[in-house]
């Protein structure tokens, strides 16, 4: 079963639209969405959420329409924005009291201890907390009703690498129930590389690529060579090319080339670099 | 519904205890004139704001997109703001109609004929006036919405203008109508469940 499954969604703005996108979630996997900015990665989020109202296509979580059954779904999912919005002169105990009203599967009691684990002041005003704090607010906020899914919009933008990997850590330890799902939106390709199982490429509002973290990783390598070693690439094997420092760089798939290329392993990065500044033909 | 309204009062409870402050020197003002309805037209005002300080709040942290992930009507949010102005005005009412009475009692100013006249024609205004001002901010938000509730505030002015010569029967009649005063609260009440409707129309149709 699909945690997440996007049909053909299409959405339009003035000089900017989702081109049919369409991919899935599997449920038990951390999916990374990855794009520049402006690519497209918030919108898609916003109509999986409903905040946006999509022109066509389909948008089914746990199976069902987001549209149809709006309610029953979000009592099951978790949102993170890069942002927490709540009113900034509200504490994390205040939140508590609105949360356990909105939640019929709110727990406090786990919620105060994220917060203790965090070392989030739990009287002290959202204004009054540092940008970290805030978004160890807004992921314990997401996870205290237990979700089986969790829709992450940058949650680590802008955030120091320590505490990265304490929210990466935590989003690891929600993973340990194998009927949970993450869809983890980031352009630092880092954190997805640590966590992610699938990725999905969005560039101008088109999905470029859905694959496994593994193929993209291990499949895949860069060839760096002159036009003419390039030349004596077999066809197939060559996913793009582009303009390196130090002369050509090929994506090839490993097992379409001979051992006699000496390839390097790629960085999801590196993988994004040739789809977006690179082309098939040299 | 609940929720919002315990988040609602939560967020704007500093505010309103800055508030209640300047309703001191408004009491002792009241008091010293002799009228009772400054502090009740201040009490009802003060309280038919909050539901716009609770608006602004959301706005500056995009409260919207965060409310909208989790299981709560469109609705619902929208009739949190109407309710919460209810029950602010109730809990005013309860708090000031003592005070009120009291200062007509020492005083004697206040006949109870004209006392209700007012009070109806009071809460009347309050409901006509969030039945106004909410749905302009849920539209435009709180910057255009004050710019658009001010151009919408001159068209009295201006129609008065306009219909000068028939403006002295307008007032005749109204006084006629004095008998039906009790009537004001209620219809009042009745606008205001229509500006609720229209509210959420339009809240439905806003992107996040």
């Known amino acids: ?282 | 519904m609940t929720a919002l309204l315990v988040k609602d009062l939560m967020t704007i409870q500093r505010q309103l205890k800055t508030q209640a402050f300047i309703l001191i020197p408004m009491l002792f003002f009241s008091i010293l004139m002799g009228q009772g309805s400054i502090v009740f037209s201040f009490i009802l005002f003060i309280l038919v704001i909050q539901a716009i300080t609770a608006l602004t709040y959301d706005e500056l942290c995009s409260w919207d997109k965060y409310v909208n992930t989790l299981p709560i009507t469109k609705s619902e949010i929208v009739l949190s703001k109407y309710m919460l102005s209810l029950v602010l005005m109730l809990i005013g009412l309860i708090i000031a109609l003592p005070v009120v009475f009291l200062i007509n009692h020492f005083t004697n100013d206040w006949e109870t004929a004209n006392f209700f006249l007012t009070f109806n024609l009071l809460i009347g205004a309050a409901f006509c006036l969030l039945a106004l001002i909410l749905p302009i901010y849920i539209k435009y938000g709180s910057i255009k919405g004050r710019i658009v509730l001010i151009v919408l505030c001159f068209i009295p002015g201006l129609l008065i203008g306009l219909l000068e010569e028939y403006f002295a029967d307008v007032v005749i009649t109204i006084s006629k109508l004095q008998q039906f005063s009790y009537l004001v609260p209620f219809i009042g009440l009745f606008i205001l469940w229509l500006s609720s409707l229209i509210a959420t129309a339009i809240y439905k149709r806003k992107d996040f």
């Open chain 1, 1 to 282: 079963m699909n945690a997440i499954e996007i049909h053909d969604l299409h959405k339009g703005f003035e000089g900017f639209s989702l081109k049919d996108i369409s991919f899935s979630v599997p449920q038990g996997t951390v999916m990374g969405f990855v794009g520049e900015n402006g690519a497209g990665k918030s919108t898609t989020i916003k109509c999986m959420l409903n905040l946006l109202k999509k022109e066509y296509g389909e948008i089914l979580l746990f199976g069902k329409d987001i549209v149809e059954y709006e309610l029953a779904i979000k009592n099951d999912i978790g949102v993170v924005f890069d942002e927490l919005h709540v009113p900034e002169t509200l504490n994390a105990t205040q939140l508590d009291k609105f949360m356990k009203r909105v939640f019929k599967t709110w727990d406090s009691n786990y919620y105060f201890e994220r917060l203790t684990q965090f070392k989030v002041p739990k009287r002290k005003k959202v204004k009054e907390l540092s940008r970290g704090m805030r978004m160890k607010l807004s992921i314990a906020l997401a996870l205290s009703h237990h979700p089986k899914l969790l829709i992450l919009d940058e949650p680590t933008s802008g955030l120091d690498p320590i505490i990265r990997d304490e929210i990466l850590d935590l989003f690891l330890a929600f993973m340990q129930d194998e009927t949970h799902s993450i869809l983890f939106s980031s352009h630092i390709t880092s954190d997805l590389e640590k966590i992610a199982d699938y990725i999905t490429f969005i560039h101008n509002g088109e999905i470029l690529f859905s694959e496994s973290k593994d193929v993209l990783l291990y499949d895949y390598g860069i060839f760096k060579g002159t036009n003419e070693e390039i030349s004596e690439l077999p066809e197939q094997a060559i996913i793009q090319k582009r303009e390196g420092t130090f002369g050509l760089e090929v994506l090839v798939l490993k097992n379409e080339i001979s051992e006699a290329f000496t390839v390097e392993r790629p960085t999801i990065e590196d993988i994004m670099l040739f789809f977006v500044k690179g082309s098939v033909q040299p």
